[in-house]
Structure formats: C-alpha cells, structure tokens
C-alpha cells in the first residue's frame, strides 16, 4: 500500500474534524463541508465523472452504491428487467457479491489467455441475455495487471446492448494523471481511498469508498439517510460516511497537485515493471501487455516450481517473513501465484532488497530441486523462524541457523524476528473452535435474582 505520511494523518486528530457529532447542524460544520466539497470535485475531475459520493464506508460498498445507482436508473427508465451482471472471471470476489446485493444476477464472462476479458463470451452473453442485461463490472487496469488492450471496446458493447459499465476503481493508482475511466466508457466507479488516496488500509477501522458516476447517474447517488427519496438510496447511517478520515486524502490530494498525483502514477508503473523485469528469469510473470510490460502489479508464477519441487507459494510467503518482508497478495487471483504491487512510495534501495530476497528464495528452491534438502526439510518449509526457535538448546535441522536467520548479509544490520512459527492458515479457517464456556456451565453457575 502506499505511504501515509504523516503531513496527511496529523490533521484528523484536530479537535475540529475528530469532534464533530456526525449530526452537527450544518451551519456548526462548514469547514467540514468545504473539505467535503472539495475533496468531492476533485475526485470527479480526477476520475472523469459528474458527480461523487464519499457516503460509502468501504469499497465494497460503494460497489453496491454504484449498482443500486446503476439499478435505479434502469427502472426510472422502464428498465426493471434489467438485472444480469456481467463479472469477468478475473474480478474482485467482492463485485458478485456486491451484485446479488444489489439484486442482480450474476453471469460470468470469461477471460482470454492474455488475461483479458474474452471478448467473443462477451458477445456471447450479450447475445444470450440481451435485455436483461443491466451492467458490466471491469477493473482497469485489471486485477491480473495489465492495462486491457480492448476496454474501450468492452464499454462499446455493453452500451450498444443498453447495459451500463462499472469499472471497479481498485487499480485507479495506475491510472490518476493518465486516464480517467468517465472519458473511455465507464458510467460508474467506486475509487478505493485506501490505496489510491493514502487512508490506511486494513486494521478493521474506518474506510471510505467514493463513488463517481456519469451526468446521468447524479440523481441515483446515495441520498441523506434522513431524507426519504425515492432515487437516491443510502448505504450508510449517515450522509458523508467516514468522514473523519477524510482529511487524509484531502490532504494528499492538496499537497501533490496534479503534476504530483501523475507522477506518483507513473513512478508506480515504473516501479511495478522495474520488480517485473528484474524477477521474471527467476519467478515467471504470468501477464503481461502486448508490449511485454505490466501496469500496476505483476502476478510471480510459481506453479510449475511448485510442480517440480514441492516448494507452494505459501512457502516462499512465510520464508520471506526472515527476510524482513510481510508477503504480496497470496494466491490471487490466481492459485499458486504472488501478487506484487509496490506502489510508487517504495525508493529504489527497497525494491532492490525485496528483489535480492526473492532471488534469494530463488537459490534456496534450486537447492531443494538438487536434492541437497528435501521440500519438508529445508529453511522454506521451515519458516518463519523464530528467535525462540534459533536460540534453543537443539536445532536439528540439515540447514545452519545462520542461514535460518540471516540468508542476506544485510539483515546482520537490520533484523526482523517473526513472533510465531507457522501455523496452518487455511486449516484454521476450515475448522472453527469456539472459545466460549460450555453450555453445561452456565446450566451449573449460581442464579440471580431478578430484577425487581
């Protein structure tokens, strides 16, 4: 993700904008409004779109924002039949959720070998379901990291069909500057303000989730939760959402201009191809664009090391944890692969340690592959290791400690030590334990009196 700096965070613990019920009356919150307005316009200019909506608390929910607008625009028209929605099979899982939400139905469009949408199935569907197709969700550039040669002509054919077109903004960090989706055939997008916009991402905390739409979709925004409207329908408890932590991306915006936000997107791209060009003798890149090039991120395919040797991409995920690295996006979307997107806020120092460590990971797989440790034996499978681990009294394993803790000259300077060993993630999921007292305990606990 990118940096949040600290120029951008210190303003929403100011008593002005951390204090504020979010039912002020609105004349107690114009300075409020004014950054709203404002960070709103912006958005809308950047994106190429008439109007915005910071009302949504996450991206999957303006996902939904959008298609209810997109949904309630077909029926003001007649168009209540209209409820397919077609996902390429490369899209986030969150748009067919966000779809049934929105009641549609789902209808899967395939993707082509280069990891666009298949544009022959397309026509296909279109063909199939015709005026019951009521939108397209995309992701541009997609979710396998590329930018899609024929997008334009993706839109083409959903509008010529009467659908309207969704573009997912989760990759929006490789477009801002560059291109905006309202100007090549999108009606919608929701922009993901955790990535793009510098809010943090993660952590169960408050997210916001834009939605920009089209001239034609302004009415069908999320409206005021207190107000009743017959279009315009709420996605959340109150009119602007998260607002609290709007000043984070007010301030990026504010601070980088548009020559700062362009070239943040370019520096992104060229920092997402320079990790590509590097790595892709040792982990293949599984997409990549007519001109040998990735957008955003680049997909490291290791399901023919995985093959030959044993070694999952789970492994080379938990080894890197020794290396000082929390591991890119595991397994999608595509099983057995690693996402890597490093954005525009790494320097060029670390993206050359992650490299050497990956390189690194490299070596140790060809030395499974020669036989001098097998797959179960060898510091991969072995990882994380722990200063616990490293430190005990036995050690038995066909691998020094040395090389357990400090595979690269450069952790001797800089040393991070995982706090656990590994434990079996997918397991865990699979089969829940409940933690709570049995039932039988609380049949045997002394009784209270009741309430008089």
Known sequence: MKLNATAEMEAISWPGFADLHPFVPADQAQGYAELIDGLESALAEITGYAGVSVQPNAGSQGELAGLLAIRGYHVSRGDADRDVCLIPA???????????????????????????????????????????????????????????????????LVHDAGGQVYIDGANLNALVGLARPGEFGGDVSHLNLHKTFCIPHGGGGPGVGPVAVAEHLVPFLPGDPLVASPSATPVSGTRFGSAGILPISYAYVALMGPDGLTEATKV?????????????????????????????????????????????????????????????????????????????????????????????????????????????????????????????????????????????????????????????????????????????????????????
Request: charge should be negative.
């Open 268 to 452: 992104a791209v060229l920092a997402a191809n320079y990790v590509a060009s590097r790595l892709h003798h040792h982990f293949p890149v599984l997409y990549t664009g007519p001109n040998g090039l990735v957008a955003h991120e680049s997909i490291l395919d290791l399901r023919r090391i995985t093959a030959e040797t044993g070694v999952t991409a789970e492994d080379v995920a938990k080894r890197l944890m020794d290396y000082g690295f929390h591991a890119p996006t595991l397994s999608f979307p595509v099983a057995g692969t690693l996402m890597v997107e490093p954005t525009e806020s790494e320097d060029l120092a670390e993206l050359d340690r992650f490299v050497d460590a990956l390189v690194a990971i490299r070596g140790e797989i060809d030395a499974v592959a020669s036989g001098r440790w097998s797959v179960e034996e060898s510091p991969l499978r072995g990882a994380p290791h722990t200063a616990a681990a490293l430190t005990a009294d036995t050690w038995g394993r066909p691998y020094s400690r040395e090389l357990a803790a400090y595979p690269v000259a450069s952790l001797r300077g800089a040393k991070y030590w995982p706090p656990v060993r590994r434990v079996d993630g997918a397991r865990g999921d699979r089969n829940l334990v409940c933690s709570c007292p049995p039932i039988e305990s609380y049949a045997s606990a002394p009784q209270t009196a009741p309430l008089s």
């Open 90 to 156: 490369s899209a986030h899982g969150t748009n067919a959720a966000s779809a049934v939400l929105a009641g549609l139905k789902v209808e899967v469009v395939a993707t082509a070998p280069d990891g666009e949408v298949l544009l022959d199935d397309l026509r296909a569907k279109l063909e199939n379901h015709g005026p019951r197709v009521a939108a397209i969700m995309i992701t541009y550039p997609s979710t396998h990291g590329v930018y899609e040669e024929h997008v334009r002509e993706v839109c083409d």
